[in-house]
């Protein structure tokens, strides 16, 4: 998936001993020139429509959500590196997100099958706050207003990197 290419033009910078914002400047800036070729590939998405068909997209689709399980997964048992990892509460809350996601798409009401996952992670963070599982402690440090700033980490290219995105 692209995610996993992104991901391993992070580890290819990493094994040269890049540091964490070499990975980033490294990311950011594929990122950006493959934006490009989606710009162009853009102007040719009618004759792109006979050579990607549905059956194409939703094998792709599939292949990325398959490869998305082991995260879900990790988040749901309690996050990467969680001293509870696996924990019944942790994997109780995570069950009640997903079982009002679920429910929620089997009305039909188009208010509460769309808004269902907001109304599920809503719900699951007040139940998890409610427990004493939500740790607001950093939150009067954190700036009310944030503005981002361009290319903080810099901007470097690695065409080694960047074939693989380029073809995702």
């Given amino acids: ?3 996993s290419m992104i991901l391993s033009a992070g580890f290819m910078v990493k094994a040269r001993g890049g540091g964490t914002d070499e990975i980033l400047s490294t990311i950011f800036g594929i990122c950006f020139v493959a934006a ?20 194409v997209t939703g094998t792709i689709i599939t292949l990325m959500g398959l490869s998305l399980i082991k995260v ?21 809350l995570a ?17 509460l099958r769309l808004g269902s996952i907001v109304i599920g992670l809503t719900l699951g963070f007040v139940v998890a706050w409610l427990l004493g599982r939500v740790d607001m ?7 009310l207003i944030s503005v981002p700033v361009p290319f903080k980490y810099g901007f470097s290219f690695d065409w080694v990197a960047f074939i693989p995105v380029a073809v995702i």
Avoid at 37 to 46: D, K, R
Avoid at 78 to 90: E, Q
Avoid at 137 to 143: F, G, N, S
Wanted: aromatic content about 8%; proline content about 6%.
């Fill in 36 to 55: 490009f070729i989606e710009v162009v590939l853009s102007q040719f998405i009618g004759k792109l429509r006979k050579l990607i068909t549905p059956v």
């Fill in 72 to 92: 879900a997964v990790t988040d749901m048992a309690g996050g990467y590196g969680a001293s509870d990892l696996g924990a019944a509460g942790n994997m109780g």
């Fill in 137 to 143: 402690a950093a939150l009067p440090q954190v700036p």
């Fill in 95 to 111: 069950a009640l997100v997903l079982l009002t996601i679920v429910v929620l798409n089997r009305f039909n009401n188009p208010f």
């Fill in 1 to 3: 998936s692209f995610i």
